[in-house]
């Protein structure tokens, strides 16, 4: 699958009437490497906008047992990896300067995952678009103090920042006209 690098987004009359293979296809992954989300909300059309489809979407996360949102969470690769990831996270990465790490920052970032990973057992989750490595290296320190639930709650939250971020690259946001 390529990025989500497209042309032209899809309006939603055009999501509502793809196949469900196709949906899953195009839309899944919003969720990294779980097309799981797409496929139980592709009962729910006709969705009556993008925001309409996200909010279904992730109600199919909420309503997930325990175990399959952990997958979700462990779908997700480091941050500041240098090991291959999907296409939209290496861009999203890249915007954010995890790309150009010295092997100083390198080390700092592979101990906090290594870290945040062992508290957890599901790697450190964060939406950063609009942040900075030094943001980034900031929440990491701050959430590894968190309970295991209340890092759970937080990582879905962001994994909700993240696949908004990327439907609204996909899908025409807002209602039809």
């Not at 497209?6 to 990294?32: A, R, Y």
């Not at 779980?34 to 199919?60: D, I, Q």
Request: proline share 3%; with cysteine.
């Amino acid at each position: 699958m390529m990025g989500m690098a497209v042309s032209t987004k899809l309006s939603i009359d055009e999501v509502n009437m793809l196949e469900k293979e196709d949906f899953v296809t195009k839309i899944g992954p919003i969720f990294e490497h779980s097309p799981w989300v797409a496929e139980r909300a592709w009962a729910h059309r006709p969705f009556t906008s993008a925001e309409n489809m996200y909010e279904c979407m992730l109600e199919k996360v909420y309503e997930a047992d325990k175990r399959l949102q952990l997958a979700l969470l462990r779908a997700h690769p480091d941050l500041g990896t240098r090991l291959e990831i999907s296409e939209t996270s290496q861009s999203e990465q890249q915007r954010a300067g995890l790309s150009q790490l010295t092997e100083e920052e390198f080390a700092v970032f592979a101990e906090l995952n290594k870290c945040y990973v062992d508290t957890f057992r599901f790697p450190f989750i964060m939406a950063v678009r609009g942040q900075t490595k030094n943001s980034i290296k900031e929440q990491m320190r701050k959430r590894l103090v968190n309970d295991e639930e209340q890092e759970r709650k937080t990582a879905l939250r962001e994994v909700a920042k993240i696949a908004k971020f990327r439907l609204a690259d996909l899908v025409v946001m807002g209602s039809r006209s």
